[in-house]
């Protein structure tokens, strides 16, 4: 059974709902022509078809040209996709900040190349390597993260051109993605438990995935992975709250069910192209923009 | 994408539910799906819960069904173009390829491949000439099966897209399972509160209350255990509280589930099989038959060798035959000459030592590595390595080459890659264990336990 969180969220819808009626006015929202991405692997869409980075099935960043289509690669229409076809080609670019390996600590020396980018869109998917890390006594504490939104957030508004939009995206629910991912060997599938036991070689999340670890682990790093996203998107709101310059908006990616096959078939813990659709499905359907 | 109505309704026309409870018809919202405590849960209930995930899952089964449709329509076309019956005009002209040299060009540096090097040049021509008539015959296609010009019957599809099928309704009624298990948790936990004259949450909280302090030695501890000693004391005894308080709440999940086992009555569907021409020689020596859909450039196939290599080592070895289908979805061209020459030098007999000599050449790129750790990508010089490597392995070089050359080794490679698409294999590598197929990366473990199982049941 999940674990409950408790009344830090309610506070902070609260305080955003007052906010929302008696906050600053903003200028007019600027159209998302200039994106920037701020991210982790799940950003550079690490391992989700070939091995490594691949950018053309990022949720964010993805693209679909000929060779992509020569080589069969997936088209699951991006953010940056979906923006081209509302907004046009004009004027358009298509940053990625985000690095594998990011955590939210990294979250500011990303955002400081906004200065020279001056994007109108700016997309953060942070805090999968904060619950994924080797051991669950590495977790942060609620209150790192809350400092790291904080200050990434700060910088933003102050950085940004005036009615740009800042989307947060919360952390998916790492549990599901085990418990997904371990099922699909009872389907015939792939063998992540065979993968996840190479965690003592340094495979990510050994967190969530080692072998090792109790089901009390496991959801004790999920209800940290669910206190961390109240947190930010307690920071969001709070922040779109106050802000005169800038929109933020927090998108939840726990409702993000993920299946079997949305799981990367190489290493049973990233999102496959599959996955990256439906993650960009669920931004942009959530985001101001769409649908 | 969001569908009205009870999308569990539609998904589980397909596998049957095992107690009866909807005996030779379509289940109704009012079926049962399990049982807890003498209470029943319905469909209806594990229906609102999971509506978003199935209804996303039968979108997938219908695009599997539309994409087998459209396979098994030009398949049929094919057959009478090749028979001289008569075809559609629409079909005809997909039939005509203009693959600019250009595109050829483009493709072999795409590849990292020297666009004046005949060999590179012949075999990107023909993957590419391939997937051009595929994906356009597929096209025409599947607008013919629409317009119902070529008939392709709900039970064919069925049949072709089997193991599609079987993966996509397994998840749906696993994730029946899962809703499931929560319900029977809230009625496990609503009963014995009532039984205790309290509620779930004043019950829960009760037990959480309960649960032991955390010491600061158990602070320490924890953190050296895990190899994490500069984890932060703070974080650390919140983790450990907070898993105190769920080992709690699980203790108490757990004693009302020993005392009243849920119940979960939908049947998993029934795992399809890939009988195959080999399948006939195995089963009369004896031994089980291990088709391995692999390749030497992926992630995970080095893997894969490495647990075959154990597998044939071990106590198993003997039973077991093993068949290899050199293969990628992805039509790569270094991929794609890599299987060329495999083929070529099966025909020369030195495919054992083409195997590990491409092993090592290519340097274990197959194998898992730390996620920070830089990725090995094939260099652009090596998209050639097979071709080359099976050019000083043969005794007849002129023979090699002209196989190399020859539309017939292409063919039959993209005919094996065709094959593995038709059992519904979307990813490297992949098994068949005397029919039964396995997609992906399986350890050593899993895969003696399926050929022992196989070995029981024969």
Known sequence: ?291 | MRRAGPVLLVALGLPACSDGSAPGGAPELGSVVGRVAGETVTLAEVDTRAHGVVTRLLGRIEAAQQATRARLAAERLAAREAAGEPVPEAWRDAGRIALPEEEVDAALRESGLTADDPTARTLVRALLHHERLRVARRRVAADLAERGLVAVSGAEIEQAARLVLFQQRGRIVAEARRRFEVIADEILLRREAARRGSDPAALLALVEAGAAPVAEEEVRRFAAQRGAPDAVPEGVRALLEMRARLRAREDLLATLRARTPPVFLLASPEPPRFPMDVQRAADAAGVALLVVFSNWRCQRCEDTERVLDALVAGPLGASVRLVRRPFSLAPDPAFFADAVAWRCVVEQGREVAFHAGLRELLGGRGRSRRLDAPVERVSDSDALAGVRLGRTLVPDTRGYDACLASAATHGRVLGERDEGERIGFARVPAFLVNGLPLVGFQGRERLEAVLRSEAAAH
């Open chain 1, 1 to 291: 059974m999940r674990f409950r969180r408790f009344g830090l969220l309610a506070l902070g819808i609260s305080l955003a709902l007052l906010g929302s009626h008696c906050g600053p006015h903003k200028p007019p929202r600027l159209n998302p022509l200039r994106l920037y991405a701020m991210g982790d692997s799940i950003t550079t869409g690490f391992d989700s078809w070939f091995v490594g980075n691949n950018s053309a099935v990022s949720w964010v960043n993805g693209f679909h040209g000929f060779w992509e289509s020569l080589l069969g690669i997936p088209d699951v229409n991006s953010v940056n996709q979906r923006i081209t076809a509302r907004f046009g080609s004009s004027g358009r670019t298509n940053v990625r900040a985000a690095q594998n390996g990011a955590r939210w600590d990294a979250a500011l020396s990303q955002a400081a190349s906004v200065v020279g980018e001056t994007p109108h869109l700016v997309t953060v998917m942070l805090g999968g390597n904060d619950v994924c890390r080797d051991s669950i006594a590495d977790l942060p504490t609620a209150a790192e993260i809350q400092g790291h939104v904080r200050t990434t957030l700060d910088w933003l508004d102050a950085q940004l051109p005036a009615g740009a939009t800042v989307q947060v995206i919360g952390i998916p629910d790492v549990k599901r993605l085990h418990d997904v991912a371990r099922d699909e060997k009872g389907l015939l599938g792939i063998d992540c438990e065979a993968i996840w036991s190479t965690v003592d070689l340094g495979f990510p999340c050994g967190s969530m995935l080692d072998p090792a670890n109790s089901e009390q682990d496991r959801l004790a790093v999920q209800a940290m992975n669910l206190l961390y996203n109240d947190v930010i998107q307690q920071e969001v709101v709070l922040k779109n709250a106050a802000s005169t310059r800038v929109y933020f908006k927090f998108s939840d990616a726990e409702s993000v069910q993920f299946t079997g096959d949305d799981v990367s078939s190489i290493d049973c813990f990233h999102p496959s192209a599959q996955g990256q659709e439906l993650i960009a499905f669920y931004a942009w359907t959530d985001g101001p923009f769409g649908p």
